[in-house]
């Protein structure tokens, strides 16, 4: 089966056939990336990058920004990821790794992924990877959190909307020691923060209805581990009371 029929036999499409590296069906509203090989750890792949927004020859690539309108659609419209394994070849590359990725092969076979952004790249991740913590909110789009999803272990279904809400009333500066990423690393910071679940999703069996005004604030990644350094957790006013008495 080529990778065309495979992605149209999941009703999904796209705009060029040739050069995409993302697909969308909007009836059963979720998308598709191919998990190239070279790029995925463990349970985790990168599936877009800024740095791909233009080629070794300093053209813009078409798949580049229709790659970034499905990003959007998972983040802003509650949209699913997917994603299936390709093997990359480098038979289309020249003696100084110019030319464009080939596919080597590639198993016909969906798998639910969550999106976490990191930087200026986006991953597919079975769960949380690396900066953030269990409790930090980075997925998908219900305000009903706490549904148990068995992957190597449990983890939780996240509220991206929620998340938004959240930031949108308090804003990126860390609840505990005011930190502003953006104050003091400019663009570069803009929009970073953790989001703590104030009663961690670990602690909630079975599903609740989250309010992101109440139930969760912004946190710097330094706070956020401090605060999950103890069993109960700490909560935000303690922890601010220990940095007052140190």
Known sequence: MSRKKFIESQGASCKNWYWSWSFVNHDAKFVIFGAWNVNTTGNSSLILSESWKFNSEGKKQA????SLEHIKLIEDKGYALKTFPMKFSSANKDKNNNGPAKIDGFTPKLTDKLLKRVGEKWYASDG???DALPEEVVDPDLYSEGATKTIAVNTYERSTDARNKCLEHYGYKCAVCEFDFEAMYGSLGREYIHVH??????EIRAEYKLNPINDLVPVCPNCHAMIHRTTPVLTIEELKTHMCNT
């Open 63 to 66: 798949a580049y920004d229709q």
């Open 197 to 202: 679940h104030i009663v961690p999703i670990s």
């Open 128 to 130: 949380v990877i690396g």
